[in-house]
Structure formats: structure tokens, C-alpha cells
């Protein structure tokens, strides 16, 4: 059994030299994800079919913008409204300090996607054209971020057999329980496993809304298995059917993925479109 190295969870600290700011190991995974992103999209439209799409680096500089600020404004009042709305009616200043930590993967899902229509838009492209572009580029950051919650020693896991040579006690638990480490299990399965699954899938041609369609499927049943080892929020607990919020919310992306992967199938010839001057 293991005890969680208790990181000291500002990575940079500017106090020393006078400065009364210090940068935070999860805000450092914040920028890993985004810089992963701006590199991997780059190299994926540097090939077909994305190149002879007209896609551009200047595209993708455009695109992060847009991702950033739906991810943080839809991961942030995805947690209001999700998991504390209650709390955060009575406290609505409170919504502002995210500071305090509180992100919602699905919100910031609902906030790319918002994100990803708003610059489809200005640019005359197809929703899931530019779904397909993003989809296999963001597992890697997700990964990231998974990683910043276990240097926090924050989400950990459901108690564990304590001869699992991998059990971990954390103690912001402060209950000395040996659990899982949960967060490296969305690490490597919602992280690692579906990027390589999405980049392999994504290297060819496919019909347009497939790749984009996958990973709904993919990150919905990774984060529905995951679910199974992580502590349910202490102020939910368990939902109906036994289930946890964040199980709950990945029902719906699994059937709206397979809803996409069928209507991609019937729409096209299985190529994604070229375009025309």
C-alpha cells in the first residue's frame, strides 16, 4: 500500500523574489494541454484530407482561442450547474472564483462544442469538419489535466483492497483508507488509450462526424468503467441506479456518438468532403 507523495501543489512559487504570485501545477496542465493541442492539430492538418480543405497553423492558433475560452467558461459553469447549483444560487459571487478549483469536464464539452459552432461559423466550415480536426487532439490534454488532480491528491478513488500493489491512501482524505488512484486510471484510459485510439482511427480518411463520433463513444464508456473505481462527490453520492454524476452525464454522450456515427454513416460515401474554389 502507498501513500500519495503530497505534492506541494504550487509548482512555481514568485514570493521569494518578491512577487506575491505563485503558478499552480494544475494551471501548468492547463497550458500542457494547450500547447499539445496547438501541436497536434498542426501536424493533423498538415495531411489529407485536411490540406486540400484549405486548413491552415492560422487556423489552428484561431481554433485554440475559441477552445480555451470554451473550456474554461463551459467547464466552470458546468460545475455550477451541475454539482452545486443549490450552493452557488445562494452564493452567486462565488461562480467567479475559480480560483477555488471546481471545473466540469462535461460543461467544458457543452463549452467546446459551442466553441467549435461559433468558429465553423465565421469560417464557413461544417460543425463536425472541425469536430473531426479537434477530436483526436484533445485526449493527450485531458490526460493533463487528470494528471494535475493527482499532484493535488484531489479526486481520488473508492476504498481498495489494500493488498492491490497500487492502493494509495491520500491524506486530504484524512480517513487512512488505501484507494485507488483513481485519477491515473483516467489518465491512462480517457487520456492515453483514446488518443492512441483516435489518432490511429484518424489517420485516414473518414466519413465526416466519424472521428468526431468516436470519441464521444470512447470518452463516455472510458468515463462511465472509471467512474467505477472514483469517489463520488461527497455532497452527491450516489444517484439513481447506483450510478455517479459523472456517469450519468456520459450516458448521454454515448448515445449522442452513436447517433452521429450512423447519420455520418448514411450521409456520406465515406470520405470527408473536398472543397472547391
Known sequence: MLTHPQYNPIAIDLHSIGIPFGVHWYGLMYLVAFVLFLLLARLRVSRPPYVELGWTPRDIEDLLFYGVLGVILGGRLGYVIFYKPAHFLAHPLEIFAVWQGGMAFHGGLLGVIA?????GRT?????????????????LGLAAGRMGNFINGELWGRAADPALPWAMVFPQARDGIARHPSQLYQF?????????LLWWYGRKPRATGRVAALFMIG???????????????????????GLSMGQWLSLPMVA?????WFRAGRNSTGTVRTRTA
Do not use: H, N, Q
Open 115 to 119: 466553441a467549435l459552432w461559433l468558429f
Open 256 to 260: 449522442i456518438g452513436l447517433w452521429v
Open 219 to 241: 470518452y463516455g464508456c472510458l468515463r462511465f468503467t472509471a467512474e467505477w473505481f472514483r469517489e463520488p462527490d461527497s455532497f452527491l453520492g450516489l444517484l439513481g441506479l
Open 188 to 196: 491512462a484510459l480517457e487520456g492515453v488509450l483514446l488518443f492512441a
Open 123 to 139: 469560417r464557413k466550415r461544417p460543425f463536425l469538419e472541425v469536430a473531426d480536426v479537434v477530436a483526436p487532439c484533445a485526449p
